[in-house]
């Protein structure tokens, strides 16, 4: 088992940034790509951003291509996602997720992020 516990979700004006964490624990953090998704209400969950075990791969939804940024720490057991330029169809459940095989196994229960106009 994998437990992962997001932070770092609030109320921002558009134009401002955020930052997501991610924490695991559990199992080792060795080998497990992970990802961040959103869901906004009425909406489904939807990808936003995916990190290689290594670092030396990362993958955007095109909405968010150029304004955010996944990384990770992989002596915190930790991701991040960087969300710069936020506009008002950001706001969501923003959900950490974690994998070694094809189908994301592991899910966090999400952070908040509320973009203002």
């Known amino acids: 088992q994998v437990q992962l516990v997001e932070s770092g979700g609030g109320l921002v004006q558009a134009g401002d940034s955020l930052r997501l964490s991610c924490a695991a624990s559990?199992?080792?953090?060795?080998?497990?790509?992970m990802g961040w998704f959103r869901q906004a209400p009425g909406k489904e969950r939807d990808f936003v951003a995916a990190?290689?075990?290594?670092?030396?791969?990362?993958n955007y939804a095109d909405s968010v291509k150029g304004r955010f940024t996944i990384s990770r720490d992989n002596a915190k057991s930790t991701v991040y996602l960087q969300m710069n330029s936020l506009k008002p169809e950001a706001t969501a459940v923003y959900y950490c997720?974690?994998?070694?095989?094809?189908?994301?196994?592991?899910w966090g229960q999400g952070t908040q992020v509320t973009v203002s106009s």
């Open positions: 997720a974690a994998r070694l095989t094809p189908t994301w196994r592991y």
């Open positions: 559990g199992r080792t953090f060795s080998g497990y790509h």
């Open positions: 990190i290689s075990w290594s670092s030396g791969s990362t």
